[in-house]
C-alpha cells in the first residue's frame, strides 16, 4: 500500500532553521507528511548557507543556497515555498496554507514568531486543532528568566552540562565542540511529542501546543546524575571514556597515524575472553585486575598493557577479534571509514535522491526503520521556491496572475533558473562504493 | 487525573540500559508501560550511580530515573512457563520494546515472528547496536562503541589527546538511541491506524547517532578530511571554551552584531582598544588574528564567575552559556522558575527531585512518578491482567517462574 505511510494525508507548516527543527520535520517528511517549508531568500536557512563545494562567485548566491549539502540532510524530502513573511500579503498566503494544516513547527524564537503573528493563539485562531509545536531555547513562556537569551545548538551542551562532563579528568573540558548534539536529540523529543500529541486529536479532535524548551529537554538527560548530587551529594566529573560499570574501557591508540579502537569489557566472562583475545591470560589471573572495582582502581595500570597491545593491531582486527568472541569494540571511525562501510552499504542507509540541480544527491538514511510501511523521500533538498506552484495554487488559493503580481511585488520568491546543471563531484567515483544506488536514472524534473 | 496522550496505550518493556529512557518518554506521557524484568532485576537496577555508595548494595538511581511510571512484572524468561506468560502478555499489548541482542527472543519463542502470530497488531521496537541486518548485527554494543562507530567520537577532544566521548558518563548515544526508539514505537502505531497492523521497528545504535555538521556527503564532497581540533574552532573566532573565575563560558561569536558589542564590552573592562577596531569586523581578520583576540576574550571572561558572566553576556545580546556542572544546574534560576524539578516520593530513597518535563503539552502533559519496586505490579499483571488465581501466582513464585 505506497499511500499506506503512517502520515499520509498530514500536512505540517514548518518555519525552522538550522537543525532542531529541521530534523523533526525531516523525520515527518519521510514518513508520509506533506511538509512546507516556508523559506525567504533574504534570510535563508543557515544550514543552505554551509557550504558545498559549488563555487559561489561564479554562480551566484541562489545557486550556492540551493546546493548545500547539510541543506539535503535535514531538508531533505520537504516542499520549498519561497515567501517573505514579514510582509502583509505573504501572512494571508500563510494563513490559508496553515487552515490546510495539521501541525505547525517551528524552532525560530519565540519572539520572532510572535512577530510574525504565528504565535500560537493566532495559529490557533485560524485552525484550532493544530498541534503546534514550537522548539525554543527557553520556552516559549515570556516570563521564564531566559526567555530573551541566545542559545544555539553548540552552546547548548554547555550549559545542559554535557561540555563540561566532556574530556579527561585533569584536563580542560574538551566539550562537545564539533557537534550540535542537542540540536539532533532535541529533533527527536520533538517528534516523539508531536506523534504523541496527534494521539490526542485522534481520540478527541482537540490539538494543542508543545513547548519544548531545548535547554531543559537536554537536561533532562542528566537525570541519573542529578539524582546522585541531590541524594548523594556527589557531583559528577569528567571520566574520559571510562564507566563505572564496565572496566576496562577506553579507547586505545592502534597502528597508524591517528586510528583508535572503543572497547568496553562488561561481565567477567567478557574480561576473559579478552585477556584471551590479547594473548594474555595472564592479565585474568592478576589480583589487580580479578574484579570490576579491581579493574576501576588499576585502569591505568591497565590501560597501558592494553595499549600496548592494540598499538601493534589496525582497530579494524582488533575490533574483529574482540567481537567474534562477545567484547563490544569498534574501530573509531571517520567519515572516510563510514563513506565505504560495508555494514551500511548492506542495509542500504546511504540514499541517493533526486536534485532539481545536482540530478542525484546523496544523504544519509532515516534510522527509524519500519518493516512494512518503511517511508520515503521524493526528493533531497529543494530549490528554494521549488514548490510555488503547488502550494499558492492548491493551499493557498491564489490564481496564475496572482502569483505573477506576488512576485513582482517580491512577496514570493521565484525559484532560479534551472538552465545550469550541476553534478556532485563525488558522483563519477563513488557509485563503485555504493553501486546499487541508482547513479543512473533520470532525475524526472 | 489530567487526561494524558498515551493513555490507550499498553507496551511491554524488556529495554536494557540502552533503550530503557525511550520506554520512560512513553510512560510519562502515560502509556501503561510494563517493564518484564528478571527476579534479579533488570540492567537498570544494577547500573550507576546508586543511592548508597557505588558497591552495587543501595538503590540505582539510573533505575529511579529510567524506569518512572512504569509497572514491574518479574519473570523468567528461560522456563517454558515463563516464555507462556510472555505469550499471553504479548496478546495484551500494543507495543513491545525489546534491546535484547538479535535473536535471543526468538530462540526462546518469543521473538518479533513469533509474536506476530499470536497479535498481528503488535509493534516490536527493536533497537541494537548495529540493527538487525548486515554482517554486524551480532555485534555487542555499548555507549562508548555506538560513539565510536557514529563517525563523532573521532573528530571530538583536543588533537593531541585520544578521541573522547560526548557526555562522558550521561551516555548520550544511548540517549539519542532511546528517543529514536520511542518515535519509532509511535510512529509504526500511526501506521496501524491506517494498515490494521502492528509491524517490526528496527533502529541501529549506529544509525540513530549518524547526525552530523560534517556528514559523510560532506567529506565526499570536499574530500577534506575532520580532525579533532579541541574546545575552539580557528574558522571562527573567537568560539569556543574560555575559562573563568570559577570554570568555563561558551561563546560563540560570528555576526558583527555580535562581534561589536563584546569588542566595546572588552574595551570597557579591559582598557584594550585595538580590538575594537573596525578591521576585526571581518570575521576573516578575526581568524587571522585568532591569537591577539582570544586574549582579549579572556582577559575579559576571567574576571567574572561563569553564570554572572552568563547574564551579563545575555544582557548584552551576547550568545555565551556557561559551562555548568551538575551543581549549576540544580541552582539554575531559569528551571526553579519553570518548576522543572519533580518531586517524587520513592517508597525506597525517600523524597527525591527529579529532572522534569523534556517537553509541556499544553492538554495531555507530561506527568513524574515513582520508579516500581521490582515485581511490586507482579499481582496486577498476572492476576487482574492475565486472569491467573490467585494460587497460580503464588506458585508460579515459588517456583521461580514469577
Known amino acids: 500500500m505506497a499511500n499506506a505511510l503512517p502520515l499520509s494525508g498530514m500536512r505540517v507548516f514548518e518555519l ?66 519561497g515567501l517573505d513573511l514579514k510582509k502583509p500579503e505573504a501572512r494571508v498566503l500563510a494563513c490559508r496554507i496553515l487552515s490546510r494544516c495539521d501541525v505547525f513547527l517551528t524552532n525560530y524564537s519565540a519572539e520572532a514568531v510572535r512577530s510574525l503573528g504565528l504565535d500560537y493563539e ?39 552540562g554535557l561540555d563540561e562532563l566532556t574530556g579527561f579528568p585533569g584536563s580542560e573540558p574538551s566539550g562537545i565542540a564539533s557537534l550540535s548534539y542537542a540540536d539532533y536529540v532535541n529533533g527527536t523529543l520533538a517528534l516523539v511529542a508531536i506523534l504523541s500529541a496527534l494521539e490526542h486529536r485522534d481520540r478527541t479532535g482537540e490539538g494543542q501546543a508543545i513547548d519544548l524548551s531545548q535547554f531543559e529537554a537536554v537536561v533532562t538527560l542528566l537525570g541519573p546524575q542529578l539524582l546522585d548530587l541531590d541524594i548523594n551529594r556527589r557531583s559528577a566529573t569528567r571520566t574520559g571514556n571510562r564507566a563505572s560499570h564496565s572496566a576496562p574501557q577506553g579507547v586505545y591508540r592502534c597502528r597508524g597515524k591517528d586510528d583508535w579502537v572503543a572497547i568496553s569489557v562488561m561481565t567477567q566472562s567478557e574480561w576473559r575472553a579478552f585477556c584471551h583475545v590479547a594473548e594474555h591470560d595472564e592479565w585474568a589471573a592478576d589480583d589487580r585486575f580479578a574484579t570490576l572495582q579491581q579493574r576501576l582502581a588499576h585502569h591505568d595500570d591497565l590501560d597501558a598493557l592494553i595499549e600496548a597491545w592494540t598499538i601493534q593491531h589496525t582497530p579494524a582486527e582488533i575490533a574483529e577479534w574482540l567481537q567474534r568472541v562477545g567484547v563490544a569494540a569498534s574501530q573509531v571511525m571517520n567519515q572516510a571509514h563510514l563513506a565505504v ?12 535522491l533526486d536534485h532539481a540541480r545536482m540530478g542525484k544527491d546523496l544523504v544519509t538514511g532515516e534510522a527509524i526503520r519500519l518493516s512494512d510501511t518503511p517511508g520515503h523521500l521524493d526528493h533531497a533538498l529543494p530549490s528554494i521556491g521549488q514548490h510555488n506552484e503547488y502550494v499558492l495554487r492548491a493551499l493557498a488559493d491564489c490564481s496564475g496572475a496572482e502569483i505573477e503580481q506576488l512576485i513582482a511585488d517580491d512577496v514570493v520568491f521565484p525559484m532560479a533558473s534551472l538552465s545550469v546543471k550541476m553534478q556532485r563531484p563525488y558522483v563519477p567515483w563513488f557509485r563503485h562504493f555504493v553501486p546499487q544506488l541508482p547513479w543512473e536514472e533520470s532525475s524526472g524534473q | 487525573m489530567t487526561q494524558q496522550a498515551l493513555s490507550n496505550y499498553r507496551i511491554i518493556d524488556l529495554t536494557g540500559v540502552a533503550g530503557a529512557f525511550g520506554a520512560k518518554l512513553l510512560a510519562d506521557l502515560g502509556a501503561d508501560v510494563i517493564k518484564v524484568e528478571p527476579r534479579a532485576g533488570g540492567e537498570t537496577r544494577h547500573t550507576p550511580p546508586f543511592a548508597t555508595g557505588d558497591d552495587g548494595n543501595g538503590v540505582s538511581l539510573f533505575h529511579l530515573y529510567v524506569d518512572t511510571n512504569k509497572r514491574s512484572a518479574t519473570l523468567d524468561l528461560d522456563t517454558v512457563e515463563g516464555q507462556e506468560l510472555m505469550r499471553r502478555l504479548i496478546v495484551k499489548a500494543d507495543a513491545v520494546l525489546d534491546t535484547y541482542p538479535p535473536g535471543y527472543l526468538a530462540e526462546r519463542g518469543i521473538g518479533h515472528a513469533q509474536a506476530k502470530a499470536l497479535n498481528e497488531q503488535l509493534v516490536w521496537m527493536s533497537l541494537t547496536p548495529f540493527g538487525l541486518t548486515g554482517p554486524r548485527r551480532d555485534w555487542r554494543g555499548s555507549d562508548l562503541v555506538a560513539w565510536a562507530a557514529s563517525g563523532n567520537l573521532y573528530t571530538n577532544g583536543f588533537p593531541e589527546q585520544p578521541p573522547v566521548a560526548p557526555g562522558g558518563p550521561v551516555m548520550l548515544a544511548y540517549a539519542v538511541g532511546a528517543a529514536y526508539a520511542a518515535a519509532g514505537c509511535l510512529m509504526a502505531l500511526r501506521a496501524r491506524r491506517i494498515t490494521g497492523r502492528g509491524q517490526l521497528v528496527d533502529i541501529s545504535m549506529q544509525e540513530a547517532n549518524l547526525f552530523s555538521e560534517s556528514p559523510v556527503n560532506a567529506f565526499l564532497d570536499d574530500l577534506i578530511p575532520r580532525h579533532r581540533f579541541g574546545n575552539r574552532r580557528s574558522s571562527v573566532v573567537p568560539m569556543g571554551t574560555f575559562p573563568c573565575k570559577d570554570g568555563y563560558v561558551h561563546l560563540l561569536i560570528r555576526a558583527a552584531n555580535h562581534w561589536q558589542p563584546l569588542a566595546e564590552w572588552i574595551k570597557e573592562k579591559t582598557g584594550n582598544e ?15 588574528s585568532r591569537e591577539f583576540i582570544e586574549e582579549s576574550v579572556e582577559s575579559l571572561t576571567t574576571q567574572y564567575m561563569k553564570q554572572e558572566l552568563f547574564v551579563e553576556a545575555q544582557r548584552r545580546g551576547l550568545p555565551f552559556t556557561p559551562l555548568n556542572t551538575a551543581d549549576s544546574l540544580l541552582q539554575d534560576p531559569h528551571l526553579a522558575a519553570r518548576s522543572f524539578w519533580t518531586t517524587i516520593d520513592d517508597p525506597q ?47 508460579l513464585t515459588c517456583r521461580g517462574v514469577i
Request: glycine residues 8%.
Open chain 1, 16 to 81: 525552522t532553521l538550522a537543525i532542531a527543527g529541521t530534523t523533526c520535520g525531516r523525520h515527518l517528511a519521510h514518513f508520509g507528511a506533506e511538509v512546507v517549508k516556508i523559506e525567504s531568500v533574504h534570510h535563508p536557512d543557515i544550514n543552505r548557507t554551509m557550504g558545498s563545494t559549488v563555487d559561489r562567485q561564479k554562480y551566484g548566491d541562489r545557486i550556492w543556497l540551493d546546493s548545500s549539502i547539510l541543506g539535503s540532510e535535514f531538508n531533505t524530502g520537504k516542499l520549498s515555498v
Open chain 1, 122 to 160: 493566532s495559529v490557533r485562531a485560524i485552525r484550532p486543532d493544530i498541534i503546534y509545536a514550537g522548539m525554543t531555547g527557553f520556552s516559549a513562556d515570556p516570563v521564564s528568566p531566559y526567555y530573551s537569551y541566545i542559545a544555539f545548538g553548540s552552546n547548548l551542551a554547555a550549559l545542559c
Open chain 1, 341 to 352: 562501510d560495508a555494514h551500511l552499504c548492506s542495509r542500504d542507509h546511504w540514499l541517493l
Open chain 2, 274 to 288: 585595538a580590538v575594537t577596531e573596525a578591521l576585526f569586523d571581518d570575521p576573516y581578520a578575526r581568524a587571522e
Open chain 2, 349 to 395: 530513597v525517600g523524597t527525591i527531585r527529579a529532572a522534569g518535563p523534556p517537553y509541556r503539552l499544553s492538554l495531555t502533559p507530561w506527568q513524574s512518578g515513582p520508579a516500581p519496586r521490582l515485581g511490586e505490579h507482579n499481582h496486577s499483571v498476572y492476576r487482574d491482567l492475565l486472569g491467573l488465581s490467585e494460587a497460580e501466582v503464588t506458585a
